[in-house]
């Protein structure tokens, strides 16, 4: 059972207070579980005191030279192995792959100390979020023994290649071919968007392998070592000035056929799991205070303070708000993970908590530029602070797309949350090679 409470009195409560809401705990492993922890931040992690000590030192958004970004990468690695040291890596993760085997509770002890910190872990956002629950669901005992120990300590990073330049919202219309040959694959085509796949040391790909089969049928989803001859991987910039998206070309990579993730031509199932359990990790990441390198109630509550208007009524009333809503996200991510470890798939409260996270994301932004006024908006070149606010923004309506946009997500609510009639799906029965999609042609 969760209780709640506040560290307080709540009539007695204030902003710093609010920001350190936790559930209390219910047993002695428990209250001992929160020590260890708070000693390991200690000595380990960088405390958020300030509004400008929250510059993300692992940010997905930032724009930073090679150097820098490689710097960041090393120390995202660096405290992850200490983390995995100290057992707080992959906190509900099976024990013989490298976890630690406890409960979504005690994930949320962790999250609920970590939110005071800046840990430089969103690198392996993907790989843990995504990549890793999903192999732990459908790999192989082998595939799960060698590739999820080395993610989990952050040695090897992970990315998702999923969206094409004609295949996003509708990703099952993806064209990227992978052909058998033997005990190998041959993939040729286009993925874009895929986040991180500079740096990534492997990838989940998705590619289609029966066209004579309907377009959800004849995907197969394969590890894919980012390193292999016949890769080509092209930055994109973004409006927020870095380039942490890519375009990966794929020219005649081989891929062993030991690296099917699932069955053959069953991917669709292998790439839904990776998508709720991305809802997740948004979830989650969103309730340990920021999301993607946006703001936190944390941040704009001593933002506030800063800049003296932390008494304004209005301001006041903006921050509660917030707080409020960044605490039902945070219960929402409970939930979801209660129903993952009970056996269950969660259902569509991740298209509701994904939806909800993204409004809160773009919502922490606006107040983020509102309290700091003009400095959220134009400083001195090298001045601290103004140039978070500024990346909060731009940074947010990027939440409201990636792993699903907010019109999906309310296409999902719709049909299975509301009973909404469901959209007209024509192609659902037709081999994918006569449909047209993406750059296919009637010939
Ligand atoms: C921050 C970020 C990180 C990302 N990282 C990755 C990554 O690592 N790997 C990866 O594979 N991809 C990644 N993506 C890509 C992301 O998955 C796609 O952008 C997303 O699925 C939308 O696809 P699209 O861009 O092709 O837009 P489209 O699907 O073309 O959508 C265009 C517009 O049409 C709307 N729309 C589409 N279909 C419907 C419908 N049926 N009903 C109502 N409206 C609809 C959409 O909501 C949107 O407003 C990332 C994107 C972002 C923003």
New binding site residues.
Partial sequence: MLVYGTKTNATKMKWGDMADHTVQDVTAEQAALRTQIQRFLESNARARSRSDDEDDPGG?FDEVDESTERERIAQSQSFQARLADAGFAGITWPKEYGGAGMSPRELEIFNEEAAGYELPTRIFM?GHGMCGPTLLALGTEEQKRHYIPPMLRGDEIW?????EPG?????ASLQTRAVRDGDEWTVNGQ??????AHYADYGILIARTNPDAPKHRGITMFIVDMRSPGIEIRPLRQITGGAN?NEVFFTDTHIPHANVVGDVDEGWRAAITVLMNARMAGVSAQGGGGG?GGASVRSLIALARERGVDGDPVVRQLLAGLWIRSTIQRYTGIRMRETARSGRVPGPEGSIAKLYGAQLSRDMGSAAVAIAGTGGQAWDEGARGGDRWAMAVLSAP??G????????QR?IIGERVLGLPK?PQVDRETPFRDLLVGTQRVS
């Fill in positions: 997905l993907i990315c998702q290649l999923f969206s295949a996003g919202s509708d990703v993925k874009v968007w895929t986040s991180g998206f993607m990027g939440s797309i990636a792993g699903g946009t907010d019109q999906v296409n959209e």
